[in-house]
C-alpha cells in the first residue's frame, strides 16, 4: 500500500539559510499535520491542513510557513535557519480534518535537517 | 491544555519477559489515545489506538485498555523479543483542540537475547 513520501530524506543547511520539505499524502487523504522532533524528544505538532486550509496551528515559529497545494501534497518552507532547528521533520496524513476524531494519522519516513 | 506523561526509559528487558510501560494523560475533551512505535533511524508506525473507556487495543502481542477513571492507557505485551527494540511514544488526540497528535517523552525499550 501507498505510503507517506517525504523529501529530501536528508538536508544540510547553513545558519540563515532557507529549506523547503515536501509531503505527499497517501492517495485520497486530504489532511496533512507537519511534525518536528529534536534529538531525544518527543514530535511536536506544528501545523495541519485540511482541504487545502490551515486548520490548526501549533508551535511553528514565525520563520516558517506551509501549505497545502490542489493534490493534496503539502511543503514546509523554512528560512532564517537557526542550529535550533536541526531536527527530525514527520509528516502525517490523514482522512476528514478536525472533524475525523478517530482516524488515525500515518507518519512519513521524516526529513533530517541539520543546520550547521 | 492536554499533555502525556509516560514512564521514562530506558526499559530492558530479557527475551520473553513481561513488558509494561506506563501512560497517563490528562485532556480537556474526550480523547482517542494511541501507541506508536519507532525503530532505530525510522519514522512512526502506529501500534494499537483506543477511542472511548474500556475499549482495549493490540497488535502484535501488545495491548493497551482505555482507563478513563484512571486517565491510563499503559501498554502491555506478554513475551518479549530482540525485535520489539525501539522507543515506544503514548499518544492522543482531542477533538476539542484540532486533530493533532500529543506525545509522551516516549520510552526506549531493550531487549536483550
Known amino acids: 500500500a501507498a505510503g507517506v513520501i517525504q ?3 536528508h538536508l544540510i543547511k547553513e545558519k540563515r539559510e532557507t529549506a523547503t520539505l515536501k509531503c505527499y499524502p497517501i492517495p485520497r487523504h486530504d489532511t496533512v499535520y507537519w511534525y518536528q522532533q529534536g534529538p531525544g524528544q518527543d514530535p511536536q505538532f ?3 491542513f485540511y482541504e487545502k486550509m490551515q486548520s490548526d496551528k501549533g ?3 514565525d520563520r516558517f510557513s506551509a501549505q497545502q497545494f490542489s493534490d493534496y501534497h503539502s511543503e514546509l518552507n523554512m528560512s532564517s535557519l537557526e542550529l535550533g532547528d ?3 521533520y514527520f509528516c502525517a496524513s490523514s482522512l476528514g480534518g478536525r472533524l ?3 482516524h488515525e494519522q500515518y507518519f512519513g519516513p521524516g ?3 541539520t543546520v550547521t | 491544555g492536554n499533555s502525556v506523561t509516560q514512564m521514562e526509559g530506558p526499559v530492558t528487558l530479557s527475551e520473553e519477559a513481561f513488558l509494561t510501560i506506563n501512560c ?8 482517542s489515545l494511541f501507541w506508536y512505535v519507532q525503530y532505530p533511524g525510522e519514522g512512526l508506525q502506529l501500534l494499537l489506538k483506543a477511542t472511548k473507556a474500556d475499549d482495549k487495543g ?3 502481542g501488545f495491548e493497551a485498555t482505555y482507563r478513563k477513571e484512571t486517565t491510563s492507557f499503559h501498554l502491555e505485551k506478554g513475551s518479549v523479543q530482540v525485535s520489539d527494540s525501539a522507543v515506544y511514544f503514548c499518544a492522543l488526540t482531542d477533538n476539542n483542540a484540532g486533530n493533532m497528535l500529543t506525545f509522551g517523552g516516549g520510552t526506549r525499550l531493550m531487549v536483550k537475547p
Not at chain 2, 497517563?24 to 480523547?31: E, M, S
Open chain 1, 46 to 48: 506544528l501545523i495541519s
Open chain 1, 111 to 113: 526529513t533530517r535537517l
Open chain 1, 100 to 102: 475525523a476524531g478517530t
Open chain 2, 58 to 60: 493490540s497488535n502484535k
Open chain 2, 24 to 31: 497517563t494523560y490528562t485532556a480537556t475533551g474526550y480523547p
Open chain 1, 86 to 88: 536541526s531536527a527530525l
Open chain 1, 7 to 9: 523529501s529530501p530524506r
Open chain 1, 59 to 61: 508551535s511553528i515559529p
